[in-house]
Structure formats: C-alpha cells, structure tokens
C-alpha cells in the first residue's frame, strides 16, 4: 500500500473548523483513502472513507485533490471531544490482505 | 452490547507467564484482526481472520503468539513465556465483510492493556 504523509500535531480552537491534511503523492488509481481516530485510551474509530469523490457524514468531510495526490479531512466545528489521533490510510483492496497500516497519525489539540 | 469486547482490560503478568486475550467480534462478523499498539506508537497489525480461517500471521512478532478462531466468532490471543517487550494495548477489531472488500469499514474494541513485570 502506497504511503502517506501528515503532519505529527495540529492545534484548534474549540468551535471552528479543522482541516487535517494528507499526502499521499504514490497512491495508485484503486487506492481507497480512508481515515480513522483514535480518543485517549480508546481503540481507533472509523471517521470516513473515499476513492475519488469528495464525501461527507455526519463526523467529517474528506476532500479530495482532484489528481489524489492530497485529502483533506474536514471537521466543520471543533469540539473538546475530537482531540485525538488521526490516521490517514492508504489501502489497494485488490493488492493487499485488507488490513490496515497505521503511521504515525497527526495529535491533534482542541482548545477550549 | 454492540460493539467490540475485549478482556481483560488490563492484564500485569510476570514475565515467563503465559498470557490468553480475548476478542467477542460484533456479532455476524466475518473478519477478525488482531493489532499491538506500543506506547505512543500507532497500531500495528498482527494476525487477521476471515470465519475461522487464519489468511494472514504475517505480523506475529516471534513463536511465542498464537491466535485462534475456532468456531468463527470469539478469537483468543495467546502470548507464551511472556517477555518485557511484550507490553502493550492489544486491540482486536471486526469487520462485516470480507478484509478485501473495497471501503470495509473496520470496527475497533477498547483494547486489553498488558503490562509485563
């Protein structure tokens, strides 16, 4: 699975928008871009997935460049409650066992 | 509940003891992943599960883990002669479909927290 690139920590304020950035300028045409959070002493959860359309739920949009070389994980109003570590993942479902391979994430700080 | 269970939650074992976690999958759930996550580390993947069948043990550190599905639902991680090194969270996670499904969305437990003294 191809790699991705993120910052190691990003600072908020409580209330406005964040905007985590990924690069991944090797991704491959099948590659699904998905990302993921992990609270404090909790076990990672999904946020959202894409493959070539921008997409949004009801946690976050993910916006995507239009050459998928870069996304964006969008949180429309910061809250205490998303300080955590976010995971951009890479995964080619039909290279690949499926798993998922986390780096390093990017900690990000939500100030009240 | 719903989602994801592991226990214990927290395990200190001495080192040399032998150690078993275990995983309750949410319910239905074909793949089973077992992940160790040092401290300030991400997750990094172990073993994965498709029914009982074991498809990938690419990531067990040595011969002294082994995981089991048997029956296709509940799996247990097991760690012999445990060492120091060995401490860790150890998270198990589900998914509904197959690992190579595209977009497989990738359900996490809490994580059993295995201190080895």
């Known amino acids: 699975d191809a790699k991705t690139t993120q910052p190691n920590s990003m600072e908020s304020n409580e209330e406005e928008p964040v905007h985590l950035p990924c690069n991944h300028s090797?991704?491959?045409?099948?590659?699904?871009i998905h990302w993921y959070r992990q609270l404090p002493s909790q076990g990672p959860e999904y946020v959202i997935h894409?493959?070539?359309s921008n997409v949004n739920n009801r946690m976050a949009s993910l916006a995507i460049a239009e050459d998928r070389k870069s996304s964006t994980l969008i949180l429309h109003r910061a809250t205490l409650r998303d300080a955590a570590v976010y995971y951009c993942?890479?995964?080619?479902?039909?290279?690949?066992?499926?798993?998922?391979?986390f780096g390093k994430g990017t900690k990000l700080s939500v100030k009240p | 509940g719903a989602g994801v269970s592991q226990s214990p939650r927290y395990k200190v074992a001495k080192r040399g003891q032998d150690v078993a976690l275990r995983c309750d999958p949410i319910s239905g759930h074909v793949s089973l992943f077992w992940y160790q996550q040092a401290l300030g580390q991400g997750p990094e993947f172990l073993t994965y599960?498709?029914?009982?069948?074991?498809?990938?043990k690419s990531g067990l550190p040595s011969d002294r883990f082994f995981a089991e599905r048997p029956e296709g639902s509940v799996s247990t991680l097991k760690i012999q002669r445990t060492q120091q090194e060995d401490s860790a969270v150890y998270l198990c996670?589900?998914?509904?479909?197959?690992?190579?499904?595209?977009?497989?969305?990738?359900?996490f437990g809490e994580g059993s927290w295995l201190t080895v003294v």
């Open positions: 090797t991704i491959s045409g099948t590659d699904y």
């Open positions: 599960f498709q029914n009982e069948a074991q498809l990938d």
């Open positions: 996670a589900s998914s509904l479909n197959p690992a190579r499904t595209g977009g497989n969305t990738i359900y």
């Open positions: 894409g493959l070539t």
């Open positions: 993942i890479l995964i080619n479902y039909g290279g690949s066992q499926g798993n998922l391979i």
